[in-house]
């Protein structure tokens, strides 16, 4: 079975804060694709990164950093020096080689940076 | 600008009352996708389509229906919606295929009494 699992309903943290964001996926196909995606509370879905299975290079824009680990299942999302424009609901998602149509997303994290 | 369009932004209407909801996108994007989103749940597939009458189900498609008679258009229709279809709805499209970054539409938020 496919799946996504966002351990962490909500997370809440003082601005400047580092914070990570947590992703483990199953799936049994080899070549699959991950995503992150952002909500802000203005509502609109907005992408943020995709990683395809065989690329497990980490990756670093601005502050923030996606740790991609084949060994644990994981696509992990930090922010470095989290600011009060972080606040959204965040959706890792996967999709799987099997059926490259059909998108699965974890049930989201909402993060809150205080100022 | 490119972008996806959902029409209408907010709906509510009664149980049993047919409904279409319309998604077009001006990208010339081959693949098209509905989603619900619902409190606690996240965002949940229902219906996408690869091409132009290709259509397949994802994760919730029952009481739903689609049509994929044109590449820029993917309406979802609720032929006889209930309380349960009340939610959050987004359009999405891609280049070609989910495995490529998805452009959303705004939403429609639906309220089924």
């Known amino acids: 079975a496919q799946k996504v699992t966002q351990a962490q309903t909500e997370i809440s943290v003082v601005e400047k804060e580092d914070v990570t964001l947590d992703c483990v996926y199953e799936t049994r196909d080899t070549t699959y694709y991950l995503f992150w995606y952002k909500q802000p509370p203005s509502g609109e879905l907005v992408f943020l990164i995709r990683r395809n299975s065989f690329d497990e290079q980490n990756e670093i824009s601005g502050r923030y950093s996606w740790n991609f680990q084949k060994s644990t299942s994981s696509f992990n999302f930090t922010i470095t020096a989290s600011q009060v424009v972080d606040s959204a609901v965040y959706f890792c998602a996967l999709v799987y080689g099997g059926s490259q149509g059909n998108l699965i997303f974890g049930k989201g994290t909402k993060l809150s940076v205080k100022p | 600008e490119a972008q996806v369009t959902q029409n209408p932004r907010y709906l509510i209407t009664v149980t049993g009352k047919k409904l279409t909801v319309t998604c077009s996108q001006n990208?010339?994007?081959?693949?098209m996708s509905w989603y619900r989103q619902d409190p606690g749940l996240g965002l949940r597939q229902i219906y996408y389509?690869?091409?132009?009458?290709?259509?397949d189900k994802g994760d919730v498609p029952e009481g739903y229906k689609v049509s994929r008679k044109e590449k820029r258009n993917f309406p979802l229709i609720l032929e006889s919606p209930s309380p349960n279809q009340t939610s959050l709805y987004f359009c999405?499209?891609?280049?070609?295929?989910?495995?490529?970054?998805?452009?959303f539409g705004p939403g429609t938020r639906l309220t089924v009494t």
């Open positions: 990208m010339n994007h081959e693949y």
């Open positions: 389509s690869m091409n132009v009458e290709v259509t």
């Open positions: 999405a499209s891609s280049f070609s295929g989910g495995a490529y970054e998805q452009y």
